[in-house]
């Protein structure tokens, strides 16, 4: 893992100071609400419907125990017992009080963690892949990157008023976890003929009120260009992003405006007088960064034997096993999701005791790594298969053992309006009453792969609009009303989903959810076409008939 | 009728002006503001409240009488006055002197 040199432990700590004299200030009356406003967000303190609300930085979803440990001890002193873990790989408590908060910021610098770059108009926290590092199909671990990333964009003086805020996420599979299609800039590392690492490098995409796929800009983007390269990217859009209206200031409405091949040119020749100077990567640099992330030392001895003799044995491990167990690249090794969709449970949330149970099995069973997924689970990257039956047995006693990781119950939701400032509907409780619905785990299973993301409002905060099946609450006329959108994706074949027709009430919206799904099972080619697959091949039709009958 | 809303500055703590002008935790213990007098009047303590530090951001909401209740009109300020609809055991609905009555 990453771990702070002086630098980091020096700004961390001197951020905490200032943000406390900040707080000081604002109580004494020496600030006005006004000039504190941008001064909290920066330091990921919003006001929320009930109270302030602290969202922490998780950098590129990666954690230790001890790091764990504090948020569960934050939870339990500062917080009402829980957080809740964000679409963003970032965790929320939402009952923190002002005057607590510096000193929650001093307890996170103490384990190297903080909230900075988790609001505001800045280039926020980059976020990777959750299998990083540990799956089988990838290239390069792409958390190096997003740390040098990380270095170039904190404090960094042109970019800390940008016109709109700016997310950059980087996958290092082919398969892409990382969603980067739907980010202001996405990479994807790809290896180039010669060998070397690169990146294929998307512009533009982004979700909210205007959902765009990212554009291509490069096919292979040298690594050592990468700072370069980005810089002229967010120079381009520094100064021709929109600043005259919010909702069209991002650079995805910048692209659109200006037209992919003018903006590339632009980039490009921003590009030309950038690079070659002071952002060229040093390949000592890399290897430098490289360094901290290098793998944990993995028992070369292990092997699948043990663990497939208790699957054999066990079918709830099995169901464990084909779901929540994914390939690692050492043998008889594998990752582990930990599943926050517990069924009625709200997505993303996790008690201060879950957290330590969570700490515990990393720090017994994972080489002391936890990850944090944008799918709001958690990861165990690192684990020996033969020590998964054990791991298993202690998530189902802390909750935390439901073997649906991908399946129709594992929701990414908002926290809509039971907890938003924003929402215009709920979301948590739709997706408690889904998931409820599809309790049964055979069913579940027989339904196969299916991404249901629900967001309480335009802003998209629960990603609707790349779900297979997404669900949009709105308000209309005082009452919550959902809309379902159909088709969408956030992987290498990202796709934004189209509305399939007139919403729903919150009261009939499980129903024609059930509807939606069931009509996919009917007319499926094979249990092994998923849901997306069989929605391209048969477009709406036979969805919008189920839910609104022939018109 | 209206009320005026807020959030308590130190801690984020939802509350109403109450009767006696202080700023009350519950609802049901806010001044009802019936008239375009009363609004005024509390508009103003509102703004008194922001430059002694107590509060940010006051708004106005709606109420509205469902069975010998006062209610807000907006659903979003129904979950604002009592806690997460998911959550019982949070805000202000786990109250015992709420639940009571």
Redesign the interface.
């Known amino acids: 893992m990453y771990r702070y040199d002086e630098f980091d432990a020096h700004f961390v700590s001197a951020r905490v100071e200032q943000f406390r004299d900040q707080v000081r200030r604002?109580?004494a009356?020496d600030l006005t609400?006004d000039q504190f406003k941008p001064l909290r967000l920066m330091n990921g303190v919003y006001?929320?419907?009930?109270?302030?609300m602290l969202r922490i930085a998780i950098p590129y979803g990666t954690l230790d125990a001890r790091q764990m440990r504090r948020l569960a001890h934050i939870a339990r002193t500062y917080d009402?017992g829980y957080g809740h873990f964000t679409t963003r790989q970032n965790i929320q408590f939402n009952?923190?009080?002002?005057?607590d908060i510096p000193d929650i910021l001093e307890q996170l610098a103490e384990v190297e963690m903080h909230a900075i770059q988790t609001s505001g108009n800045c280039i926020r926290n980059v976020t990777a892949d959750h299998f990083s590092g540990a799956a089988a199909d990838e290239i390069v671990d792409p958390r190096p990157y997003a740390e040098i990333l990380r270095q170039w964009s904190s404090l960094h003086p042109e970019f800390s008023f940008l016109p709109r805020k700016f997310k950059i996420a980087v996958t290092g599979a082919p398969h892409d976890r990382a969603a980067v299609q739907v980010h202001d800039i996405g990479l994807q590392a790809v290896r180039g003929a010669d060998g070397n690492i690169g990146f294929t490098v998307f512009v533009g995409g982004g979700l909210g009120r205007t959902p765009m796929v990212g554009r291509k800009v490069r096919d292979f983007l040298p690594e050592e260009d990468l700072l370069a390269y980005s810089e002229a990217i967010l120079r381009v859009y520094n100064r021709y992003g929109r600043r005259d209206n919010k909702y069209k200031a991002r650079i995805k409405i910048l692209v659109h405006e200006t037209g992919l091949e003018t903006l590339k040119a632009d980039i490009e020749r921003e590009f030309e007088e950038i690079r070659g100077g002071v952002l060229d990567l040093p390949q000592a640099e890399i290897d430098r960064i490289v360094g901290y992330f290098a793998p944990p030392e993995l028992d070369a001895g292990a092997d699948d034997e043990a663990f497939e003799r208790a699957v054999a044995a066990d079918p709830a491990l099995a169901a464990f096993a084909e779901c929540n167990v994914h390939a690692h690249h050492g043998a008889g090794h594998a990752s582990i999701t930990i599943s926050l969709k517990p069924v009625g449970k709200?997505p993303g949330d996790a008690t201060a005791e879950q957290m330590e149970v969570v700490a515990d099995l990393a720090e017994r069973y994972g080489h002391n790594e936890i990850r944090v997924s944008h799918e709001q689970n958690l990861v165990l990257p690192h684990v020996r298969k033969s020590d998964i039956p054990a791991v298993f047995a202690v998530l189902v006693g802390a909750g935390l053992g439901d073997a649906n990781a991908g399946l129709v119950t594992d929701i990414i939701a908002c926290p809509g309006?039971?907890?938003c400032a924003l929402?215009t509907a709920?979301s948590?409780?739709v997706a408690?009453r889904i998931s409820e619905r599809f309790a049964s785990l055979q069913r579940q299973r027989d339904i196969g792969d299916l991404k249901i993301k629900i967001s309480g409002c335009i802003n998209a905060c629960g990603h609707h609009h790349v779900g297979h099946i997404g669900i949009l609450g709105v308000?209309k006329k005082?009452?919550?009303y959902y809309q379902i959108t159909l088709g969408g994706s956030a992987d290498e074949n990202t796709s934004v989903g189209e509305i399939i027709g007139r919403g729903f009430s919150y009261d009939e919206i499980v129903d024609a959810i059930e509807k939606v799904v069931d009509t996919y099972v009917d007319l499926r080619s094979d249990p092994a076409e998923d849901f997306l697959a069989a929605y391209r091949r048969v477009g709406d039709a036979p969805f919008k008939e189920a839910l609104y009958g022939s018109a | 009728m209206k009320a005026l809303t807020a959030?308590r500055?130190?801690?984020?703590?939802?509350v109403w002006l109450g009767r006696a002008g202080q700023w009350v935790e519950t609802l049901d213990v806010a001044r009802l503001l019936e008239n375009a007098e009363a609004i005024a009047e509390a508009e103003a303590l509102g703004i008194e409240a922001?430059a002694q530090?107590l509060i940010?951001?006051p708004y106005l909401i709606d109420l509205r009488r469902e069975d010998n209740e006062i209610v807000p009109?907006?659903?979003?300020e129904r979950?604002?006055a009592k806690?997460?609809?998911?959550?019982l055991d949070?805000?202000k609905q786990a109250r015992r002197e709420v639940s009571a009555a």
């Open positions: 604002r109580l009356g609400e006001l929320q419907l009930h109270a302030y009402r009952w923190p009080r002002l005057k709200a309006m039971d907890y929402a709920r948590i409780p408690q308000e005082g009452e919550e | 959030n500055l130190i801690d984020g703590e939802v922001v530090r940010v951001e009109v907006r659903f979003r979950i604002r806690g997460p609809t998911t959550r949070l805000g």
